[in-house]
């Protein structure tokens, strides 16, 4: 059974950017789709965008265009994919997520494999 | 796009049965049956109750159902246990090919 496991904790400066990981163990997500999905204290969760890393192709909500890039490892065997935040302002302040859908496609299939989550702290 | 609309709150007694509803427009939940249930214990990784309106993950509990009618779909835990106490989120695909979350659900059980 495939695990998605996560860069560590972050501590960032308003204006700067973070890059956080996630790595498949166990297996590979090349031919599934991954998602970035985050959760600010008290809030719902928010999607910020998804991949499927064999086809190496992103896509975002509007809100995030421009400021996030999801990027996968190009390797037969995929098992890490990147999302890159930039212009960190203290709104997002969160822990984010990785996860793995049930299948890849053009739909969505829901997530049923998770990271166990990054906490970025965005503070001066 | 706004999220999807939850209530914030239900509750119900052990093996009593609570559904929550999940609002949307037609330009997510209307149109696609891709919508998505999320159970939620604080400080765990969110786990996947229900995926494309209906289905059900393997080792999920029968408990656990949903539905959809119109811009609104729904997810109905019957029998309630204590454990089912969490927060439960619906997500749905949307017409701009993104992913759209719910605000959230608090479950109490009394």
């Known amino acids: 059974q495939v695990q998605l496991v996560q860069s560590g904790a972050e501590m960032k400066k308003p204006g700067s950017s973070v890059k956080v990981s996630c790595r498949a163990s166990g297996g590979t997500f090349s031919t599934y789709t991954v998602s970035w999905v985050r959760q600010a204290p008290g809030q719902g969760p928010e999607w910020m965008g998804r991949i499927i890393p064999f086809l190496g192709m992103a896509n975002y909500p509007q809100r995030f265009q421009g400021r996030v890039t999801i990027t996968a490892d190009k390797s037969p065997r995929t098992t890490t994919v990147y999302m890159d935040v930039s212009g960190l302002r203290s709104d997002d302040t969160a822990v984010y997520y990785c996860?793995?859908?049930?299948?890849?496609?053009?739909?969505?299939?829901?997530?049923?494999?998770w990271g166990q989550g990054t906490t970025v702290t965005v503070s001066s | 796009q706004s999220a999807l609309t939850q209530p914030a709150s239900v509750s119900g007694s052990p093996g009593q049965s609570i559904t929550i509803s999940c609002t949307g427009t037609?330009?997510?939940?209307?149109?696609?049956?891709?919508v998505s249930w999320y159970q939620h214990h604080p400080g765990k990784v969110p786990k996947l109750m229900i995926y494309?309106?209906?289905g059900r993950p393997s080792g999920v509990s029968n408990r656990f159902s949903g539905s959809k009618s119109g811009n609104t779909a729904s997810l109905t835990i019957s029998g309630l246990q204590a454990e089912d106490e969490a927060d439960y989120y619906c997500?749905?695909?949307?017409?701009?090919?993104?992913?759209?979350f719910g605000g959230g659900t608090k479950l109490t059980v009394l």
């Open positions: 996860a793995r859908e049930r299948k890849g496609g053009s739909y969505y299939y829901g997530m049923d494999v």
């Open positions: 494309e309106v209906t």
């Open positions: 037609s330009s997510d939940v209307g149109t696609y049956n891709y």
């Open positions: 997500s749905s695909y949307t017409s701009r090919s993104t992913v759209i």
